[in-house]
């Protein structure tokens, strides 16, 4: 005997992680944790860059394939994997999930997002009083769109000015992909200044020039953009980062003449001199 009252009528009524379990085949089940595994769309890649992730606004995992740029929710997901519409693709899921609830490995499962970020240590005072200690009072945090922190920056210590909780690469979920080009700078202050400067290109930048962006992403970028080229700073290792991008993924870049990086030239020579130091240079970078 088994009972119908788990039986659904709606693809929508189906659990987003099995769906995502049962059709991509995944190892692990899903409770709330990103995985990350090799495109089902693209047989030949190498490097996994199919991301499985949870949408925290409604609690639902979702994914996106930075191999094909493929991307959506459960439904979406069935949609692509057997070139199906709509109304099928919910019919198949509907189908597919009642078998399911009939069979002895039925069983529920909730999503509980895994923190992205832990305590270093915990202070109590007490029984009742507990607190994270960052190290110094003036803090400031970075924040994902998902309003989650990546990077805190305390400007009055001395020994650690910024804690790193994740890697991010900054700009990235405020690229619209409506410029032909996109410039990849050495810092965020620089890719502000560059955006501010009004030029038809958009901008990242990875947390620092030694922070290589992984293979997976700068394929994706390059479908996306007619050119993508590197903005370091004008000291060794700005310079051996550009040509690190150039011999790894043929991403040719250059550096401010003026100062050492372009927000100190914007400050130190104003608007008019960087532009006329920095058109030239964008423009040689972008025909090589």
Excluded at 78 to 89: D, H, N
Excluded at 256 to 262: A, F, N, Q, Y
Aim: with cysteine; net charge positive; glycine share 4%.
């Amino acid at each position: 005997m088994f009972s119908t009252k788990n039986f659904v009528l709606e693809g929508s009524d189906v659990p987003s992680t099995w769906i995502f379990q049962y059709y991509l085949n995944l190892s692990e089940p899903l409770t709330g944790q990103d995985v990350k595994i090799k495109s089902i769309f693209n047989p030949s890649e190498r490097t996994p860059s199919f991301c499985i992730y949870v949408d925290k606004t409604i609690m639902q995992y979702k994914f996106k394939d930075f191999s094909t740029g493929k991307s959506g929710n459960k439904i979406d997901l069935v949609k692509s994997l057997f070139e199906i519409e709509y109304a099928e693709a919910m019919q198949r899921i509907v189908a597919d999930y009642n078998k399911y609830v009939k069979s002895p490995e039925y069983k529920t499962q909730d999503i509980v997002p895994e923190p992205k970020w832990k305590l270093d240590f915990v202070k109590t005072k007490g029984s009742e009083f507990k607190s994270l200690r960052i190290g110094n009072s003036m803090c400031f945090g970075y924040f994902d769109k998902d309003g989650q922190p990546f990077k805190f920056y305390q400007p009055k210590s001395k020994t650690h000015k910024f804690f790193k909780v994740k890697n991010y690469l900054q700009g990235l979920d405020q690229l619209k992909y409506n410029q032909p080009y996109l410039v990849i700078c050495s810092s965020l202050k620089d890719a502000m200044c560059l955006k501010g400067m009004g030029y038809n290109l958009e901008v990242i930048a990875p947390d620092s020039e030694n922070t290589m962006i992984k293979p997976h992403i700068i394929q994706y970028l390059k479908k996306k953009y007619k050119k993508v080229i590197t903005l370091f700073d004008n000291d060794k290792a700005g310079k051996e980062a550009i040509e690190r991008y150039i011999n790894i993924y043929s991403i040719y870049g250059t550096y401010p003449t003026l100062s050492k990086d372009i927000a100190d030239a914007m400050k130190e020579h104003g608007f008019q001199k960087v532009h006329a130091m920095l058109k030239p240079l964008l423009k040689e970078a972008l025909n090589k």
